[in-house]
């Protein structure tokens, strides 16, 4: 039989505490997936972590090799973010078929596996995405929702779901896609669905984090979630656009207000406070266009400057030896 190959891409930053919980987990879908005609691998991307992640990653590798598992370790000279993380693992995973996850247990890896089942079921699809089975009704989640259906609309892509998270199964096509988007600002559900192939929804609820604590604060996710509509909408652009046009056709009518007073009226406009107000007004509208102008162009010179979206500080890998070979 033709045997294919799996791969887990777990991005960790200081997840010390969870490594050897998560490989225990993930050793347990090995059987399952030899039934199915698939090996393992894991890649670990150590998104520049300060703890003893790396160390504890590479003191997995004996255990590994037990258990015919494939163990990849891509380490970052600094701390590049989760979305570099996701890109560096995925540039190091040989599988058929390959699934983001977390590192803290929060996202399991039989559920990755339940995912895969569920994709092989359907090979119309491409993608299965672990969403999020009820959001809550937060303040926070209330913004997020929102947010996503900004994204959505100013983007033109329907398929940003709100509820979908990075945690997905996807095949090697999609996975190609993916690495043919070299871009720096990696947003990766925007990616996703602006790369297309069918999506299959997984309800799933996420557990606790099994230890150790989240890094997304709240400013973190607003930053996040900006970055992720100027990557993919230009529609902050034509703010520009309509504010210019209501405030020419605001000024038209007040001009022509002012003219009829004094002709057919006499009335004398004192001046300072309308002027002042107005210039206040302009300015201030001159200045959140600019400050828009800005921030797509910083993006431009960034991203011209070709720098890379991670750098390596050491790889080590170990393949699993095949029977069959
Ligand atoms: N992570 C990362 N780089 C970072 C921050 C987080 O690789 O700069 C990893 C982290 O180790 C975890 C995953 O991304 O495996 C999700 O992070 P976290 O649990 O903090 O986020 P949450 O689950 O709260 O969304
Ligand atoms: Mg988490």
Known sequence: ?????????????????????????ASTIVRPLAEQGFRLEIVFADDGSSDKTADKIRGLFPAAACNSIDIKLVSFSRNFGKEAAMYAGLKNAAGDFCCFIDADLQQRPETALAMLEMLLLNPDYDCVAACLENRGTGVRQKLSSSFYKILSKSSGMQDVVDEASDFRVFSRAVADALLDMPEYYRFSKG???????????????????????????????????????????????????????????AALIYFIVVICQRLFIGIEIPGYATIVALLLMLGGVQLLVLGILGEYLARIYIQGKDRPVFIVKSYSEQLAIQEDE
Not at 1 to 25: H, K, Q, T
Not at 209 to 238: D, N
Request: proline share 6%; charged share 15%; aromatic share 18%.
């Open 1 to 25: 039989m033709n045997i294919r190959l799996f791969s887990l891409i777990v991005s960790a930053y200081n997840e010390g505490g969870n490594i050897d919980g998560f490989f225990e987990a």
């Open 191 to 249: 990616l996703f669905a602006w790369v297309g192939f069918k999506t299959l929804p997984f309800p799933y609820t996420p557990d606790e984090r099994h230890s150790g604590e989240t890094t997304w604060t709240f400013p973190k996710l607003v930053r996040y979630g900006i970055g992720g509509i100027l990557s993919f909408s230009t529609a902050p652009l034509q703010v520009a656009i309509w504010l210019g046009l209501f405030t020419s056709a």
